[in-house]
């Protein structure tokens, strides 16, 4: 009994040590990483800057630009569109590089982040350098939208071509509520604010049916245009190749003019070397994003460092009533980040780069409180990514020039809240009964045990109005319309830029770069350099607080499968406010 005792001893020893030297040696391995990922970084002559699209692209480089995966320790090189969009500027000049691969994978980034590649890599190809598109698969089709822009376009012969128009699908939740017997109370201002019909409707409301087919419309339209440009195929016959499914093969892809044509991987690199003037039996000279990103830009300027800034503000994520990270807009970080950008001196114009599709009504409001300040002081210019809808285009109503893409999805000007009644749930269901001492009548209001009382619902409804007609009050004084055009482009329906220019909610198409070129030429500033706000977080905070936080999402993801994105939606309204701006439904268009 005593040698089992011992040798058990021994061997938990063993195993303790054992995960504290791993762990030891794991830090020590991120931080030499970290350490050194501010050195600069030199390249060769004939280099290809590898585009990898693969996943979605953040607005702005994360702080962990590593991206360590904790489940696999695999260190993937994660990079934003701001340091994409340096990139191809720099490289534009950099005799070192020969041109981009653009090598396609099955997760793409926003339909306007997208379009955005596109511009800056249509100004890359004036250089005459060439752009050359890659995919295993074009799935999602949207994947094909960026792969236009190249001057080829080839795909693995045994590629899936998705090509078919798009969608976009709600969940509606009302036939599993009434199972469960939970009745969700619906209080909301705007017929199109639709955020809250899964909880009432079975099906689409014809308002929200309206709106979708309006947006997904003028987009799709977009995009055609764009590939009927690029791939001189017209507008009519890409909607005849969409609606027969004629694309069954890539072969088919190729004889409809949409791709120049098949090649393996091993083909379309013996490609690359004869265009970058490699030797066929020597190695490709690639250079990633984020790589490149730490190369020093030549410069043949003497004029030194700009003692003038411009500041770009990243709003990304919801808005909520947390701190706040790289991922999600919370009241105290970005309020503090706007004010320290308004008293710097040296900063003389604000971009604030909106990406998100709304969310607390109380945090937005301090929020635009302190952009209105900051626009009494310096000019303001507004930049939206994918989303800037509902709380997102609140924020942004106070600055001087609001600039978006074509297919930016904007507007959503409207309120709601939701209190869920569970009585019967808890009574029919679960055999369980609630009561309650309380000191006033309305001590108990929101109680989730029993349905509102009149008199609570009109209360609650008259916090919703007041937030509207707030909402639509910064929205006349910001955009210089009346009340009454503001609420009839509003009622919480969502626009896309095209729509939204259209309407007088958006006043220029362009993406980051066409909104600091205005910042620049609204201050006069040819020599500036620019600051980005709010500051990113430490990594090493950042990785001991997503630690956590990676294992558990993994596991869950690896339940749910397909249904997580619904469990995240649910768990982002369990921690909101009960007064929401916000998308009218969780936007997915394929």
């Known amino acids: 009994m005593k040698s089992f005792l011992k040798y058990t001893l021994a061997t938990i020893t063993g195993i303790i040590l054992s995960v504290f030297v791993i762990t030891l040696l794991v830090f020590g391995i991120i931080g030499a990483m970290i350490s050194t990922a501010d050195k600069p970084v030199s390249i060769k002559d004939q280099t290809i800057l590898h585009l990898k699209i693969n996943q979605s692209i953040p607005d702005r480089s994360p702080g962990n630009s590593f991206n360590f995966d904790f489940m696999s320790f695999d260190l993937q090189p994660k990079t934003g569109l701001n340091d994409i969009l340096k990139n191809l500027k720099k490289a534009k000049s950099d005799p070192k590089i020969e041109g981009v691969f653009l090598d396609i994978g099955s997760a793409t980034p926003g339909i306007a982040t997208q379009e955005e590649l596109r511009e800056a890599l249509e100004d890359f190809k004036t250089s005459g350098k060439f752009v050359i598109a890659w995919a295993n698969s074009f799935f999602p089709q949207t994947s094909y939208y960026l792969a236009t822009i190249a001057d080829s376009i080839f795909c693995n012969p045994v590629a899936y071509f998705d090509f078919r128009g798009l969608r976009s699908e709600t969940m509606y939740y009302k036939g599993a509520l009434d199972k469960l017997g939970i009745e969700m109370q619906i209080l909301r201002h705007g017929k199109f604010k639709s955020a809250v019909e899964p909880y009432f409707r079975k099906d689409m409301s014809e308002a929200s049916r ?78 990633n994003s984020s790589k490149y990103a730490k190369v020093p830009k030549h410069s043949s300027s003497k004029r030194g460092l700009a003692k003038s800034k411009i500041a770009v503000i990243y709003a990304s994520g919801v808005i909520g009533v947390d701190r706040g990270a790289e991922s999600s807009i919370g009241g105290p970080r970005f309020v503090k980040a706007i004010r320290k950008a308004r008293k710097d001196s040296t900063i003389k114009a604000i971009v604030l780069r909106v990406n998100s599709p709304g969310g607390s009504a109380l ?29 997102g285009y609140y924020i942004l109503a106070p600055a001087d020039t609001l600039v978006a893409h074509p297919m930016t999805i904007t507007g959503s000007i409207g309120v709601f809240g939701t209190i869920p009644n569970a009585e019967k749930l808890f009574n029919e269901k679960l055999g369980l009964t609630f009561d309650v001492a309380k000191t006033n009548n309305n001590a108990d209001l929101g109680s989730i045990y029993r349905p509102m009382r009149p008199k609570e619902r009109e209360y609650i409804q008259s916090g919703i109005e007041k937030t509207y007609q707030d909402f639509i009050s910064h929205v006349s004084e910001g955009r210089g319309m009346t009340v009454s055009t503001v609420d009839s482009i509003g009622q919480g329906r969502v626009w896309s830029g095209i729509n939204a220019k259209e309407n007088g909610l958006v006043d220029i198409f362009g993406g980051l770069t066409k909104a600091i070129d205005i910042a620049a030429e609204m201050t006069d500033l040819d020599h500036y350099r620019i600051v980005e706000y709010p500051e990113l977080e430490d990594p090493f905070e950042m990785i001991m607080r997503n630690l956590y936080s990676e294992i558990r999402t993994k596991n869950i993801k690896a339940e749910l499968g397909e249904y997580y994105n619904l469990y995240e939606e649910l768990q982002q309204l369990k921690n909101s406010f009960q007064i929401q701006m916000r998308l009218p439904y969780y936007l997915r268009v394929y």
């Open 210 to 287: 309206e709106q979708i087919m309006a947006y997904l419309e003028s987009i799709w339209n977009k995009i055609l245009t764009d590939i009927s440009v690029s791939r001189n195929v017209s507008v009519d016959e890409l909607n005849k190749i969409a609606d027969n499914l004629s694309i069954r093969q890539p072969v088919d892809a190729v004889k409809a003019g949409m791709i120049d044509g098949l090649m393996y991987e091993d083909e379309i690199r013996d490609l690359l070397r004869k265009k970058s003037g490699i030797d066929p039996n020597k190695k490709l000279r690639f250079v």
């Open 363 to 391: 945090i937005s409001e301090h929020i635009w409180r302190e952009v209105q300040l900051a626009q009494k002081t310096k000019p303001v210019i507004g930049s939206m990514g994918n989303l800037a809808a509902s709380g």
